[in-house]
Antibody, heavy 120, light 113 residues
Framework: EVQLLESGGGLVQPGGSLRLSCAAS????????LSWVRQAPGKGLEWVSH????????YSADSVKGRFIISRDNSKNTLYLQMHSLRAEDTATYYC?????????????WGKGTTVTVSS | DIVMTQSPDALAVSLGERATINCKSS????????????LAWYQQRPGQPPKLLIY???TRESGVPDRFSGSGSGTDFTLTISSLQAEDVAVYYC?????????FGPGTKVDIK
């Protein structure tokens, strides 16, 4: 069974940085592209960033471009999201999700999420 | 960006009755080279992460009960729950993966009447 487990969330001050991780098990990690999707409290889903199977192709939403960096370590079966210059509007639960084949595919497995709160 | 809209915002249906959720995209999600609609549906139960129900607008994910079905093409899509069960209380989202940025509809909350 494929499982994704996010970690690294917490309380951070505006302007601060945080790194989220997403550890995968039960899957050949290198066979999947992955995305981060976030959900602000009481709100809908917002796609944040995507990374291809090899890590060479990355895409990000305009709202995080230049501040968030997505990366992956296939030897550790782990996905990362390095977040800089955090703002109050980045407060959300962040989910990682697998996408078979690439960006233009559905998200078939989701983690349980990790919560980021940006506040002074 | 492709804008996704859903209707209604919320609906309450009696147990065993049909629930229908509509999703509309601001541009066609039908890719002519493979005749596939790049549209997925997700279910999010309270306090849970989203769960994939339907992809390619009408392909049911493995393990999803057959009371869930997806239809539509181009810009207009529908998720139907043929006989609502108590465990179907959730928010349902449509999502396009035709173009970046990937975008979701605002969600439709389904409750028991």
């Amino acid at each position: 069974e494929v499982q994704l487990l996010e970690s690294g969330g917490g309380l951070v001050q505006p302007g601060g940085s945080l790194r989220l991780s997403c550890a995968a098990s039960g899957v050949t990690f290198g066979d999947y592209a992955l995305s981060w999707v976030r959900q602000a409290p009481g709100k809908g889903l917002e796609w944040v960033s995507h990374i291809g199977i090899s890590g060479g192709n990355t895409y990000s939403a305009d709202s995080v471009k230049g501040r968030f960096i997505i990366s992956r370590d296939n030897s550790k079966n782990t996905l990362y999201l390095q977040m800089h210059s955090l703002r109050a509007e980045d407060t959300a639960t962040y989910y990682c999700a697998t996408q078979p084949e690439g960006l233009y595919r559905h998200m078939d497995v989701w983690g349980k999420g990790t919560t980021v709160t940006v506040s002074s | 960006d492709i804008v996704m809209t859903q209707s209604p915002d919320a609906l309450a249906v009696s147990l065993g009755e049909r629930a229908t959720i509509n999703c509309k995209s601001s541009q066609s999600l039908l890719y002519s080279s493979n005749n596939k609609n790049y549209l997925a549906w997700y279910q999010q139960r309270p306090g849970q992460p989203p769960k994939l129900l339907i992809y390619w607008s009408s392909t049911r994910e493995s393990g999803v009960p057959d009371r869930f079905s997806g239809s539509g093409s181009g810009t207009d899509f529908t998720l139907t729950i043929s006989s609502l069960q108590a465990e179907d209380v959730a928010v349902y989202y449509c999502q396009q993966y035709y173009a970046s940025p990937l975008t979701f509809g605002p969600g439709t909350k389904v409750d028991i009447k």
